[in-house]
């Protein structure tokens, strides 16, 4: 279960929006190629308040010639990451991962959509960006809906419009784009995406995941990423456990942080 921990060293943190932050870690070549959707667990060098690390999906990664680099784009909610906040270029941080067996699938459908509130725009994009470029699926055939409060939580659109060839942006507030519920904007226009013909991919809290359910049925191919509070994040303390169906449709629990976090939105049991 235990992971390798690797020492990484901040090359940029940049606070692009207010509480939002791009930090860039150079690490070691040693570090495995991640696949869109699993995440790392990061916590600073010799710091022991907070001592657990905190889960943050990989937003990009590349490797050179004798080390890697990998970007988190982050948003401060508490302690762990208002201290990640204020690292600067040279601190060093211990990473593990990359993380989760449950990684978004390459789809074999004609539309990709994705749909993302808030920060779940990390993993998502990193995944559009793969389909691109390594896949060579057209920007035509992927549409982007993103979701925040209001406009100052729209992070992340540049690299989005890159590669998706159509983007519905929603604010709660109305402050941009359509003033509406993401998982509203995306409901609007549900009818066009054949089942058949449709692979949907989600992150966002856990009331849009929730929405999301209720108005997909199992028809559709949907694969969402789960934010749950993590303490270990390699399956040994069963703090991250959601109630799952199993192969049979008997209710079991899974754990987000090794079974998942990309599980299939059809599985999830709403307690
Ligand atoms: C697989 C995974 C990937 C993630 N990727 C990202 C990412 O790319 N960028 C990013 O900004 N955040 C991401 N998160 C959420 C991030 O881990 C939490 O925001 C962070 O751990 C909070 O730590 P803290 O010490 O700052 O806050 P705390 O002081 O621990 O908590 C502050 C508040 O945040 C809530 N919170 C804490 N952890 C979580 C969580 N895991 N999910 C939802 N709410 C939480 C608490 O309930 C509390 O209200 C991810 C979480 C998971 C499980
Ligand atoms: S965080 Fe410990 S089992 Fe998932």
Redesign the pocket.
């Known amino acids: 279960m235990a992971k390798d921990i690797y020492m990484g060293e901040v090359s940029r943190n940049e606070e692009i929006r207010k509480d939002?932050f791009l930090m860039k870690v150079t690490l070691p070549s040693g570090f495995v190629e991640p696949m869109p959707g699993q995440?790392v667990m990061i916590r600073i060098a010799g710091l022991n308040d907070?001592f657990l690390s905190?889960?943050?999906?990989i937003?990009s990664f590349s490797r050179g010639r004798s080390n890697c680099s990998m970007e988190?784009?982050?948003?401060?909610?508490?302690?762990?990451?208002?201290?990640?906040a204020g690292l600067i270029k040279g601190s060093l941080v211990e990473i593990s991962g990359p993380?989760?067996e449950g990684h978004f699938a390459i789809p074999k459908a004609g539309n990709i959509v994705f749909i993302a509130g808030g920060?779940g725009i990390?993993?998502l994009s990193l995944f559009a960006e793969n389909l691109c470029r390594k896949v060579c699926r057209s920007s035509d055939a992927m549409t982007f809906y993103l979701g925040a409060q209001s406009a100052d939580g729209l992070i992340g659109l540049n690299r989005v419009h890159k590669y998706c060839g159509n983007i519905i942006v929603c604010t709660d507030d109305g402050s941009a784009g359509m003033k509406a519920l993401v998982t509203k904007a995306f409901q609007k226009d549900l009818k066009k995406y054949d089942p058949m013909d449709t692979a949907i991919y989600a992150c966002g809290?856990?009331p849009m995941i929730r929405a999301l359910s209720g108005m997909l049925d199992a028809e559709y191919f949907c694969q969402v990423?789960?934010?749950?509070?993590?303490a270990c994040g390699v399956g040994a303390c069963v703090g991250?456990a959601v109630a799952m169906k199993d192969d049979l449709g008997q209710k079991t629990y899974k754990r987000?942080?090794s079974d998942?976090?990309v599980f299939e939105l059809k599985d999830i049991v709403w307690e």
Do not use: D, N, Q
């Open positions: 939002f995440f907070p905190r889960p943050i999906s937003y988190l784009l982050f948003r401060v909610v508490g302690k762990g990451t208002r201290i990640l993380l989760g920060i990390a993993p809290p856990r990423s789960l934010e749950e509070r993590m991250c987000v942080c998942g976090p």
